[in-house]
């Protein structure tokens, strides 16, 4: 989740960054590539905490919260704002 963060807060200043140096028409590759990595380690850190934790499956006491529920919801939000990135193109 960690990894995450950096890689969404380094999407953010590259596509400033890249919102004044790129031409007109050029696409917010590198971007929508770091976007994307944030997404797969959201991923990749939901998935492993839910591995890690087959003993709270059968208990009834327990339950994951809803910090793992909005993992599982910022993981489509972090690919499809991604994919945007990658699709936009820059105007004048």
Same mark, same amino acid.
Do not use: C, K, W
């Given at each position: 989740m960690i990894l995450s963060v950096i890689f969404s807060v380094l999407s953010l200043f590259l596509f400033f960054c890249q919102l004044f140096t790129l031409t007109k028409g050029g696409r917010f590759y590198i971007t929508g590539v770091f976007q994307i990595l944030a997404g797969l380690c959201v991923m990749s850190a939901a998935s492993i905490?839910? @591995?890690r934790h087959l003993d709270w499956h059968y208990g009834s006491e327990n339950?994951?919260?809803?910090?793992? /529920?909005l993992a599982w919801v910022a993981f489509p939000l972090a690919l499809l704002s991604g994919v @945007?990135? @990658? /699709?936009?193109?820059k105007r004048e």
């Open positions: 905490y839910t @591995v339950s994951y919260g809803f910090a793992y /529920i @945007v990135y @990658v /699709i936009l193109r």
